[in-house]
């Protein structure tokens, strides 16, 4: 079985080919969306910061614009590499 920074690599690198170079940070926000998935803001209580369900990502509404390209980027990546729901619980 391949490592998972194998196949983690070989994401990013078709991302990098379909979309092209990017400006640092990336922003994922648009690259998840230009993968078809809906990003939605809501009022999640601590400690839930993060919630994919199928082709949505929920963020909690108050994150900084720092924590909110994380969370969404780590939605991204399980929803390239993984199937099924996640929910991330951060204390």
């Known amino acids: ?8 690599r070989e994401k ?8 092209g170079p990017s400006e640092f940070p990336i922003d994922a926000e648009d690259l998840a969306r230009r993968e078809g998935l ?7 209580l601590p400690p839930v910061e993060e919630v ?11 994150l900084s614009s720092q924590q909110r390209r994380w969370d969404i980027a780590h939605a ?3 929803h390239l590499l993984h199937h099924g729901n996640q929910l991330l619980l951060l204390g």
């Open 52 to 62: 994919k369900v199928g082709r949505n990502i929920g963020v909690r509404d108050n």
């Open 76 to 78: 991204l990546g399980h």
């Open 12 to 19: 990013a690198e078709k991302l990098f080919i379909k979309y």
């Open 38 to 44: 809906n990003i939605i803001t809501w009022p999640f």
């Open 1 to 8: 079985m391949r490592s998972i920074f194998i196949r983690i």
